[in-house]
């Protein structure tokens, strides 16, 4: 069984930054890939962002291409998404989720959440 934790989250006025942080314990974290999901307000939850347990690769909605960066330090169990120039549509419940494999393959391959953390981006 695996723990994530997420902090980071709060209001933001637009052109703004957050970093979001998530620590995972209970699970060898070196080991899988990591993702940042989002969920807003009436809409479906949004895979935005991937990481492999290397960090050889990652991947991004098209939609936070060149805003936000998602990264890991396998020493210390966390996985971290720093978000720039955030957006007004940027705001929802963000999750981190842990996959059941070491590569980045899709959404579906994430099996364990955190509680979640919120982000509002006023204009």
């Known amino acids: 069984q695996v723990q994530l934790v997420e902090s980071g989250g709060g209001l933001v006025q637009a052109g703004g930054s957050l970093r979001l942080s998530c620590a995972a314990s209970?699970?060898?974290?070196?080991?899988?890939?990591m993702g940042w999901f989002r969920q807003a307000p009436g809409k479906e939850r949004e895979f935005v962002a991937a990481?492999?347990?290397?960090?050889?690769?990652?991947y991004y909605v098209d939609s936070v291409k060149g805003r936000f960066t998602i990264s890991r330090d396998n020493a210390k169990n966390t996985v971290f998404l720093q978000m720039n120039n955030l957006k007004p549509e940027d705001t929802a419940d963000y999750y981190c989720?842990?996959?059941?494999?070491?590569?980045?393959?899709?959404?579906?391959?994430?099996?364990?959440w955190g509680q979640g953390t919120q982000v509002t981006v006023s204009s």
């Open positions: 209970g699970r060898t974290f070196s080991s899988y890939a």
């Open positions: 990481i492999s347990c290397t960090a050889g690769s990652t």
């Open positions: 989720a842990v996959s059941l494999y070491c590569h980045i393959g899709n959404s579906r391959d994430f099996a364990s």
